[in-house]
């Protein structure tokens, strides 16, 4: 809430804290009293004698809870926004809207709204609401959040581009991002009512349009934040405290091996989830963070590139390092007509990790964080080859997989 950034986005791979971030933010300023707190205890005690407690200066600023209206991550990520489009995604008439007015149905209570407004209130919160009343509903909670406390607003919005990438790969982005678009855009630019939006998602791909008319949005990616790398991953000294605390000590080389790797701006961080899953497990190495659909559309993505691609891959797998151009804002489409942006997508969704080579400034060494990585990666590839690649029985197949293994 210190940065004088008033538009923040913070992209990160999946599942290295984002959403935590987000909620930790959420109950800090949260205006509202938790209903499982039986003395009425404010969000704000669960921080009670932590570092953010002792910052007045934060304390002051944030004057007590600012309203807040929070689109959460079951809303707008894989649930809702997998279903913007009834039956038939391809129209847009048939968008469905979101839950989020559940949330704030408080404010249907007494005189505050009109009753114009009270209907087109409860229409999009019944998902009945037509598509113009449903995509000017941000912006209007808004300034109904402000008139109820006379305050800014708060947004915070988490996995922001999920909805595009979904789209990108069921073919219908075009719309997806026009619906965006409309939605995001009235309530982030030049709303009287907005004190700050703090934004976070994996990457700024399929977002350019948008992002062009935010010229006062400050992106902090993966390729050049400094100011917040430490706060999304696990550090080395998180990673000690945590091994000592579960009496794994013993196993911290082995945890190394699998999961130690990634560079972000020249800080070394760990993949909480794998890490966490690790020690959940007693120390048992696993696919923890990389088992996951999106590594499957990779690997259909490699089987589709260029011979001289392909080979790339292979020496990455084998823990080689390349140079590589890599970009932080690109269209979907141009991942239909080059090679190139599959590198960049690469790097921001945590497959490989780039360190700047210098001038040309795009220029990146680049490699694959861990084993972890690398082992899933092969493990499929080699599927694919053989035949069996998403088949129930893999043992179907006995051909081996024959990749380049002659990387030098």
Excluded at 28 to 53: M, T, W
Excluded at 286 to 300: I, S
Aim: glycine residues 6%.
């Amino acid at each position: 809430m210190t940065d004088e950034s008033r538009l923040i986005l913070i992209t990160r791979p999946r599942l290295f804290g984002k959403a935590t971030a987000l909620s930790m933010l959420r109950y800090f300023l949260e205006n509202r009293i938790s209903p499982a707190a039986a003395l009425k205890v404010g969000f704000r005690d669960l921080f009670r004698g932590l570092s953010i407690s002792e910052d007045t200066v934060f304390l002051q600023e944030t004057g007590g809870g600012r309203p807040k209206r929070r689109r959460s991550r079951e809303v707008a990520g894989t649930n809702a926004y997998g279903r913007l489009f009834h039956n038939k995604p391809r129209k847009l008439e048939h968008f469905k809207g979101y839950a989020i007015h559940r949330l704030h149905e408080y404010l249907l209570d007494g005189d505050l709204l009109t009753d114009q407004e009270k209907r087109t209130f409860e229409a999009i919160r019944d998902k009945t609401a037509p598509l113009a009343d449903t995509t000017a509903g941000l912006r209007k909670l808004c300034t109904y959040l402000h008139r109820k406390n006379n305050k800014p607003v708060i947004l915070l919005i988490d996995s922001f581009e999920k909805p595009t990438q979904t789209a990108f790969f069921n073919q219908y982005a075009d719309q997806m991002q026009s619906l965006l678009h409309d939605l995001l855009l009235p309530a982030l630019k030049d709303n009287p009512y907005l004190y700050k939006a703090v934004i976070t998602g994996i990457s700024v791909i399929g977002q350019e349009a948008l992002l062009a008319e935010l010229p006062d949005m400050r992106v902090y990616s993966i390729l050049d934040d400094q100011r917040y790398t430490e706060f999304f991953g696990f550090l080395e000294s998180d990673v000690r405290a945590l091994v000592a605390e579960t009496g794994l000590t013993a196993k911290r080389e082995l945890l190394d091996t699998w999961y130690r790797g990634y560079d972000f701006c020249g800080t070394l961080l760990y993949n909480p989830f794998s890490v966490l899953s690790f020690l959940s497990q007693g120390g048992k190495p696993g696919f923890y963070w990389v088992q996951n659909p999106l590594t499957e559309t990779v690997v259909q993505i490699v089987f589709t590139l260029s011979t001289a691609a392909r080979k790339d891959f292979d020496k990455l797998m084998y823990n080689h390092s390349l140079e590589k151009v890599i970009h932080e804002d690109l269209s979907y489409e141009k991942f239909v007509t080059q090679e190139e942006p599959f590198w960049s997508l690469l790097v921001h969704y945590g497959y490989l990790v780039a360190k700047p080579k210098g001038l040309p400034e795009l220029n990146y060494t680049v490699r694959m964080p861990n084993k972890e990585v690398r082992e899933q990666l092969l493990d499929l590839c080699r599927k694919k080859f053989e035949g069996t690649f998403g088949a129930k029985d893999p043992k179907k197949s006995n051909k081996g997989y024959k990749p380049n293994t002659r990387v030098k």
